[in-house]
C-alpha cells in the first residue's frame, strides 16, 4: 500500500519508520526540502518532496501537522487526490477538525495516536513509538466502513490499542490527562520563576531533582502545540482548569486549617486510584 505522510515531526517520522518496515511504500512531504533529506537518512520514507501534489498517488494520507494547519492542508491537498484516497490526521483535538473536514471529504477519518514526547522534528522519531499506546478514531456516522476498516488494519498493526468515540467526548476526555496537565506543569515553573529571592531562586534551582522533573516536563513540551491545544480546545480546557482551581482551593484550605487527616485521607484517596488512569 502507498501510504502518504503529510507533515515529517516526531509522530509522522515515526509512523514511516514503522509502517515502511511493514513493507508499505512510503511517500513524504515537509515544507523543508533538509526534513525531506533527514527523513530519507533515516529511512522514514521512500521518497520525500516538498510539493503537495507528491500525495497524489497515496492510498492512505497521515496529517501530521500542527492542529492550526491539518484543515488547511486537507483543503489544499483534496485537489489532487483520487476520490477513494483515505484522509486521516494525529491531531489531539477532534471536534472542529471533523466538523471542518467531513464535509468536504467522505474518507476522512479523525485520529490521535495518544503517543510521544517533548522532543520534536524528524531527529525525533523513533521506531515502535506507538506500542501499546491507545489510539483514538472517531469516524462519524457518514464514515464509509471501508475506510474505517482500512485505517484500523494500519493502526493496528503499529502494536496501538483501538479506541472509537465521538470527537466531542474525545476532546473533552483529553482535556483531563493531556491538556490539563500540560497547563499545570507549565503554570509549576512559571511560579518557581516567581521567586525573587535570588538566593533562594539559584538553591531551587539546584536542588530541583525527580519531583519537579517529572511534573514540570509537559509543561516544558512544543509550545505552538500547548497554544493550539488551548485554541481548539478551549471550552474542555478552561472546564478542566476550573475543576482543578477548586480543587487546588480545597488542599489550600485543608492545609491553612490544619486538617491533617482529611489531608491525609485525600491524598490516600489519589493513591489509590492514579493506576486506574495509567
Same mark, same amino acid.
Given at each position: 500500500?502507498?501510504?502518504?505522510? =503529510? $507533515? +515529517?515531526?516526531?509522530?509522522?517520522?515515526?509512523?514511516?519508520?514503522?509502517?515502511?518496515?511493514?513493507?508499505?511504500? =512510503?511517500?513524504?512531504?515537509?515544507?523543508?526540502?533538509?526534513?525531506?533529506?533527514?527523513?530519507?537518512?533515516?529511512?522514514?520514507?521512500?521518497?520525500?518532496? @516538498?510539493?503537495?501534489?507528491?500525495?497524489?498517488?497515496?492510498?492512505?494520507?497521515?496529517?501530521?501537522?500542527?492542529?492550526?494547519?491539518?484543515?488547511?492542508?486537507?483543503?489544499?491537498?483534496? @485537489?489532487?487526490?483520487? /476520490?477513494?484516497?483515505?484522509?486521516?490526521?494525529?491531531?489531539?483535538?477532534?471536534?472542529?477538525?471533523?466538523?471542518?473536514?467531513?464535509?468536504?471529504?467522505?474518507?476522512?477519518?479523525? $485520529?490521535?495516536?495518544?503517543?510521544?514526547?517533548?522532543?520534536?522534528?524528524?531527529?525525533?522519531?523513533?521506531?515502535? +513509538?506507538?506500542?501499546?499506546?491507545?489510539?483514538? +478514531?472517531?469516524?462519524?456516522?457518514?464514515?464509509?466502513?471501508?475506510?474505517?476498516?482500512?485505517?484500523?488494519?494500519?493502526?493496528?498493526? =503499529?502494536?496501538?490499542?483501538?479506541?472509537?468515540?465521538?470527537?466531542?467526548?474525545?476532546?473533552?476526555?483529553?482535556?483531563?490527562?493531556?491538556?490539563?496537565?500540560?497547563?499545570?506543569?507549565?503554570?509549576?515553573?512559571?511560579?518557581?520563576?516567581?521567586?525573587?529571592?535570588?538566593?533562594?531562586?539559584? =538553591?531551587?534551582?539546584?536542588?530541583?531533582?525527580?519531583?519537579?522533573?517529572?511534573?514540570?516536563? @509537559?509543561?516544558?513540551?512544543?509550545?505552538?502545540?500547548?497554544? /493550539? /491545544?488551548?485554541?481548539?480546545?478551549?471550552?474542555?480546557?478552561?472546564?478542566?482548569?476550573?475543576?482543578?482551581?477548586?480543587?487546588?482551593?480545597?488542599?489550600?484550605?485543608?492545609?491553612?486549617?490544619?486538617?491533617?487527616?482529611?489531608?491525609?485521607?485525600?491524598?490516600?484517596?489519589?493513591?489509590?486510584?492514579?493506576?486506574?488512569?495509567?
Amino acid at each position: 500500500m502507498k501510504i502518504g505522510i =503529510l $507533515g +515529517l515531526g516526531l509522530i509522522g517520522g515515526s509512523l514511516g519508520l514503522d509502517l515502511r518496515s511493514q513493507g508499505h511504500h =512510503l511517500l513524504g512531504v515537509s515544507r523543508r526540502e533538509s526534513t525531506c533529506q533527514k527523513a530519507l537518512d533515516i529511512g522514514s520514507v521512500d521518497q520525500a518532496s @516538498v510539493d503537495l501534489k507528491f500525495l497524489a498517488s497515496a492510498d492512505v494520507i497521515f496529517i501530521c501537522t500542527p492542529i492550526g494547519l491539518i484543515v488547511p492542508q486537507v483543503e489544499q491537498l483534496m @485537489v489532487y487526490l483520487p /476520490m477513494k484516497a483515505i484522509i486521516t490526521d494525529v491531531g489531539s483535538v477532534k471536534a472542529p477538525i471533523v466538523e471542518a473536514v467531513s464535509p468536504l471529504w467522505q474518507n476522512f477519518i479523525g $485520529g490521535h495516536p495518544m503517543a510521544g514526547n517533548t522532543d520534536v522534528g524528524i531527529e525525533a522519531a523513533q521506531r515502535n +513509538l506507538f506500542v501499546n499506546r491507545p489510539y483514538v +478514531l472517531t469516524p462519524i456516522e457518514t464514515t464509509p466502513n471501508r475506510a474505517i476498516t482500512i485505517l484500523e488494519e494500519i493502526v493496528r498493526s =503499529l502494536g496501538s490499542i483501538i479506541y472509537h468515540c465521538q470527537p466531542e467526548k474525545h476532546d473533552r476526555a483529553v482535556s483531563w490527562i493531556s491538556h490539563l496537565p500540560v497547563m499545570i506543569s507549565a503554570s509549576l515553573t512559571a511560579t518557581c520563576l516567581s521567586e525573587t529571592d535570588p538566593e533562594i531562586f539559584q =538553591l531551587a534551582q539546584n536542588l530541583a531533582s525527580s519531583g519537579f522533573r517529572d511534573t514540570s516536563r @509537559v509543561g516544558a513540551g512544543n509550545p505552538e502545540l500547548g497554544v /493550539m /491545544m488551548a485554541q481548539y480546545n478551549h471550552q474542555a480546557l478552561l472546564h478542566s482548569l476550573q475543576q482543578y482551581r477548586q480543587n487546588l482551593d480545597e488542599f489550600i484550605d485543608l492545609i491553612e486549617q490544619e486538617k491533617w487527616q482529611i489531608l491525609e485521607d485525600k491524598l490516600k484517596l489519589n493513591q489509590q486510584q492514579r493506576p486506574k488512569f495509567l
